[in-house]
């Protein structure tokens, strides 16, 4: 029941925003009493919490089979562009916003995987890119992966980009593919336009 309760909250929270979803939202979603909710969940923080906790838990887990499974670097950096397209494409941008704003504890999980997991394989990447000759040699490592965790910071800052001017999608696709060709050498340009007319082609025909 417990897991449940946190996958159908996921589908109210994703969709509208977490602030707009009340307790009694998700027990009518669920069909069962707020008693049987609270029994599980303390209150709406914690049911937050734990969600953040497991969609953080499957982002590593995705992330690290890209890494696992890629060509090469840059055929990493696409698939975990294509992975964070699709998982914008599925989410209201609010619930990020309501997460900063709203839930102050669930927020300082998401910045200890970006600051920890993320900034580590970025790292790792680059690392991987220069050895195969497809980043730019003369990188400093320490100072581009900084520079991308800010930049990833900024697309989820409604100050920066307002939800009701920008959608998050595309501030996410048009960061990533600055970043991509910002680092690449021309040989790394032409595998970037490659895997992505690949992955255009696949979707035409989806």
């Known amino acids: 029941m417990k897991d449940t309760i946190l996958i159908k909250a996921a589908e109210l929270f994703t969709r509208h925003g977490i602030k707009g979803v009340t307790m009694d939202d998700v027990a009518r979603h669920l069909s069962v009493s707020k008693k049987t909710l609270y029994q599980h969940y303390t209150d709406k923080d914690e049911l937050v919490e734990s969600m953040v906790k497991e969609q953080v838990k499957m982002t590593e887990l995705q992330c690290t089979s890209f890494k696992n499974t890629a060509e090469n670097a840059v055929d990493e950096l696409i698939l975990i562009m294509e992975f964070m ?10 619930a990020f916003h309501d997460l900063q704003k709203y839930h102050t504890k669930a927020w300082g999980l998401f910045l200890h995987h970006k600051e920890n997991f993320l900034r580590k394989g970025i790292e790792e990447n ?35 980009f307002p939800i009701n001017e920008f959608n998050i999608q595309q501030v996410h696709v048009h960061s990533m593919k600055l970043y991509a060709y910002g680092i690449t050498t021309i040989k ?12 255009n082609k696949k979707k035409q025909k989806i």
């Open 85 to 94: 397209n699709q998982y914008f494409s599925q989410r209201n941008p609010t």
């Open 126 to 160: 680059l690392k991987r890119g220069i050895k195969e000759k497809l980043f730019h040699a003369d990188l400093n490592i320490k100072i581009v992966s900084k520079l991308r965790m800010e930049q990833i910071e900024c697309v989820f800052d409604p100050q920066i």
């Open 188 to 199: 790394g340009h032409q595998l970037i336009n490659k895997y992505l007319s690949k992955l």
